[in-house]
């Protein structure tokens, strides 16, 4: 049964919110940020995604029309926007969603915030396999599950029979990439798993086309250097690479090649400095074509190879 638009405004912005008000509220919440070194664009961001509010309407401070639907009441907008000056957690918290390729995502402080730079791991992973896409792929370390999902609807789009297997050992991440899978209508082709790399799989003898990994990558004591909004907002067990930055990453080179399928693929996020490391360590566990992909920035981002023979 389909939704009067009516009734999905209803159910998205139940609030109204006096629009003189709203920009009352909004020009003291832009010299707050600018006194806390906040981004602007994050207070656009925030009222943007959480009232009917268009961006030009922003711009012009145009009363035309004198309220406004919201997703929650302007105490609420005071109250979060402190939360961003003051405690600083990250604006994507306090919306409670992120965007991130052509998905909207839920995100909580038990996940990271999939960040832009990850987005091109799906199309990297996608052309390496080129016309070989049916099969196991799966995405270790799923947080929120953006590289499961967006895997996922890709493989689809394609009309690949494959299945997407996703794992964490965070139990309040999985339900959230569970949830996000459901609101993106992919459930029937992921799979999720819990526990620590591949121990889900010990029992069984799946072999996977592809290892798409984001794992925590950052050295310890980097992790302790992060901007608060990470450091202190984001889950430590999503950053904390250990002592160099290279614990998960080593599992992940050294126990792959047990579950990868003949000229599988191996596709991992990096930090830009570990780039070098990461193609020596590869190449001598006998991975083949191994080489690294820079991200827009032009920084080492991922490295990626074929299973060795
Ligand atoms: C950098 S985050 C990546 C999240 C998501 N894939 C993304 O790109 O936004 C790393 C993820 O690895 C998970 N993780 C940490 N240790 C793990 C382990 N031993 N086994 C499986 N997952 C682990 C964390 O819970 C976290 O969700």
């Not at 009441?73 to 926007?81: A, D, I, Y």
């Not at 965007?99 to 791991?121: F, H, K, M």
């Not at 070989?132 to 895997?151: C, F, K, N, R, Y």
Request: aromatic residues 8%; contains cysteine; charged residues 25%.
């Amino acid at each position: 049964m389909s939704m009067h638009r009516d009734d999905f405004d209803r159910c998205r912005y139940p609030a109204t919110i006096e629009l003189a008000l709203l920009f009352d509220w909004y020009d003291l919440a832009r010299q707050q940020a600018i006194a806390a070194d906040v981004p602007l664009l994050e207070l656009d961001w925030l009222v943007l995604q959480l009232t009917s509010l268009d961006r030009l309407a922003l711009r012009l401070r145009s009363t035309q029309g004198s309220m406004i639907s919201a997703c929650i009441p302007l105490s609420e907008f005071e109250q979060r926007w402190q939360q961003r000056c003051c405690d600083r957690v990250p604006v994507q918290y306090l919306a409670g969603f992120t965007t991130w390729r052509s998905l909207e995502l839920r995100v909580t402080p038990d996940v990271l915030i999939p960040r832009p730079e990850t987005e091109a791991i799906i199309d990297l992973v996608i052309e390496a396999a080129g016309d070989q896409l049916d099969g196991h792929w799966v995405d270790l370390g799923t947080g929120s599950g953006a590289i499961a999902i967006g895997l996922a609807g890709e493989l689809k789009a394609r009309q690949a029979i494959a299945t997407v297997h996703a794992s964490d050992t965070s139990v309040a991440a999985l339900a959230i990439a569970r949830q996000n899978a459901a609101d993106c209508g992919i459930c029937d082709r992921l799979h999720f798993h819990h526990g620590s790399w591949f121990e889900p799989f010990h029992d069984s003898d799946i072999r996977f086309r592809a290892l798409i990994s984001n794992p925590p990558y950052i050295p310890a004591a980097t992790v302790d250097q992060l901007a608060p909004e990470v450091r202190d907002r984001e889950p430590r067990l999503a950053l904390d690479g250990g002592e160099t930055g290279f614990d998960c990453l080593s599992i992940l080179i050294d126990q792959a090649p047990n579950w990868l399928e003949h000229d599988g693929i191996w596709i991992v996020e990096h930090e830009a400095s570990q780039g070098r490391e990461l193609r020596d360590r590869l190449c001598q566990r006998g991975y083949r074509e191994v080489r690294t992909v820079r991200d827009l920035a032009g920084l080492d981002r991922f490295a990626i190879a074929r299973s060795p023979l």
